[in-house]
């Protein structure tokens, strides 16, 4: 059975920095894109930044130029590093990584979220 299993998160003053960290366990085959989603209290879940495996990036446009996602390959985790933090930016983060198992088939996967918290 997989599971994305997440790290990080906490509560930061305004203009503070974070790091949140994913990976899958269990057996697979391989993971395709990786990301990360965001839901605030009252809001929808909103996309924040995904990487493919050829470590091509796509960001919200509230978080370009302040949150920085990377990947590393050998170890199938994904690095969410959060800067500039504002309280807009506190919700729940969700991991997500889109799998293949052993029989090649794909699923998307979705980590049990991490709380981000910015306040004075």
């Known amino acids: 059975q997989v599971e994305l299993v997440e790290s990080g998160g906490g509560s930061v003053q305004p203009g503070g920095s974070l790091r949140l960290s994913c990976r899958p366990s269990g057996s697979f085959f391989s993971v395709l894109t990786m990301g990360w989603h965001r839901q605030a209290p009252g809001k929808q879940r909103e996309l924040v930044a995904t990487i493919t495996t050829t470590r091509s990036a796509n960001y919200a446009d509230s978080v370009r130029g302040r949150f920085t996602i990377s990947r590393d390959l050998a170890k199938n985790t994904v690095t969410l590093e959060l800067n500039s933090l504002k309280p807009e930016d506190t919700a729940v983060y969700y991991c997500?990584?889109?799998?293949?198992?052993?029989?090649?088939?794909?699923?998307?996967?979705w980590g049990q979220g991490t709380q981000v918290t910015v306040s004075s």
């Open positions: 997500y990584g889109r799998i293949t198992h052993m029989d090649l088939k794909q699923r998307d996967y």
